[in-house]
């Protein structure tokens, strides 16, 4: 079975950094891009950031461009979104997914697995 499980939320002051993680098992790792999406409260589900499956192109949602940084380790299956500069507008649970292909796509309906989430919370 596919497997997401997500580390590393926390409170943090505006302006600091926090890395989420996220160890991914079940599948061929490097058969498929992966992703963060997020969620705020009462808000809908929100894509942040992909990387496809050979780890060498990266997308961004604009709200995060510049400030998160996304990659991959393929010796240890895991999945990281380095945050810098947060904000209180980054405040949501986050959540590692799996794309349905190999390309790091922009949109949450083309991710098919996501794990329990991860809260972030920046005051």
């Known amino acids: 079975d596919v497997q997401l499980v997500e580390s590393g939320g926390g409170v943090v002051q505006s302006g600091g950094s926090l890395r989420l993680s996220c160890a991914a098992s079940?599948?061929?790792?490097?058969?498929?891009?992966m992703g963060w999406l997020r969620q705020a409260p009462g808000k809908k589900l929100e894509w942040v950031s992909s990387?496809?499956?050979?780890?060498?192109?990266?997308n961004y949602a604009y709200a995060v461009k510049g400030r998160f940084t996304i990659s991959r380790d393929f010796a240890t299956n895991a999945v990281f979104l380095q945050m810098n500069n947060l904000k209180q507008e980054d405040t949501a649970a986050y959540y590692c997914?799996?794309?349905?292909?190999?390309?790091?796509?922009?949109?949450?309906?083309?991710?098919?697995?996501w794990g329990q989430g991860t809260q972030v919370t920046v005051s």
């Open positions: 997914a799996r794309a349905r292909g190999r390309a790091a796509t922009v949109s949450v309906d083309e991710f098919t697995y």
């Open positions: 079940g599948f061929t790792f490097g058969d498929y891009a």
């Open positions: 990387i496809n499956s050979r780890g060498d192109t990266t």
